[in-house]
C-alpha cells in the first residue's frame, strides 16, 4: 500500500476537498485523483463521496481513515527513530485549545517549538466551543474543565486555579464583596447560560447563585468586560495575573472559600500510538507549566513517552 496514496486520503477528508489536499501535498489535482483512484481500486471499495464542490467519507472510508492515520503516524515515527538524535519530529500536528489559553501560553511556543523540528507542520484551532477531536481529526485537544468524555484520553498537566476579579472602578461603586452570599447582589460576569459559580468552602464544594446584565460564550470577551467595569468575572489565575499586576484589576477575596480549581488536560483521541509530534509537544507544553502532569484518575494513561 503506497504511503502517498494514505497521505492523498487522509489529507483530503481533512479538508474536505481534494483540491485542497493536492495544494497541501504540493501536488496538482490530477495526480492526487489518481492517487486517491488507485487508493480505492486496491482496498476494492469507494471510499469518498465527491461532488464539484466538497468530498466526504463514506462509510468505508470512516472505518479507513483511522487505519490510513495510523500507517502514516507509524511511518513517521520510525523515519524519526532513524533521524540523528537533535533533528526533531516531522509531520502534521493539530492542536485545539480555547481562545484565551491559545493566545497567551500556546500561541507563544509554537515559534521555538517549529523552530526545533523544523520538519512539523503546526494547524492551532481557537475556540471556547468543545470539538469533536475524533470527528476533526485533532491530534490533540488542551482543555481546561471537567472532563465529560470517558472515551478520550486525557492527561492532567497543571492546576488551574481561579480567582474572582473587578476592575478598580466597580469595586469603588459598588463595594468590595465578603461573602457568597452578596455576590448574589453584585453584577457577575458569567459563561453563556451558567448560573452558579462553585466554590470550596471547609473541603466541601458549594454552589453560588449568580447573575448579571452581561453574560458571554467567550472568556476573551467575559476578561475584555471585567476589565471596563461591567461586574465581577471568574477566571483563571494566569489569564488575570498581568492586569492584576497593572492594577487594571484585583483580586476579590471572599471570607472561608475560593473558586473551585480546575485542571489544564491534554486529551488525545485514542491511547493507541500516539505520534512522536504529539508526545513532544506535550512535554513542551508540560514544562512550560511548570507542574508535572499526572494521569486521569478515570482512564488509565497510556500515552505517555
Known sequence: MDFADLRVFVEAVRAGSLAAA????GLNAMGASRSLAALEKEVGARLVHRTTRALSPTAEGETFLAFAQTVLDEQADALAALRPSGSGVSGQLRITTSTAFGRKVVTPMIAPFMADNPGLRVDLLLTDDQVD???QGIDLAVRIAKLRDNHLVARRLADNPRLLCASPAYVA???MPRSLGELADRACLAASRTSHWTFLRGGRTVRQKVGGPFTASSIEALHQACRAGLGIANLSAWNVADDVERGTLVPIEIEEAQPEPL?????YPTSRLV???????????E??????GRAHPNRQDRSRP
Open 263 to 267: 485542571a489544564i488536560w491534554a486529551v
Open 22 to 25: 493536492a495544494r497541501r501535498l
Open 133 to 135: 477531536i475524533v470527528g
Open 275 to 285: 505520534p512522536a509530534r504529539v508526545r513532544m509537544f506535550v512535554a513542551a507544553l
Open 173 to 175: 461603586r459598588h463595594g
Open 287 to 292: 514544562h512550560a507549566l511548570g507542574d508535572p
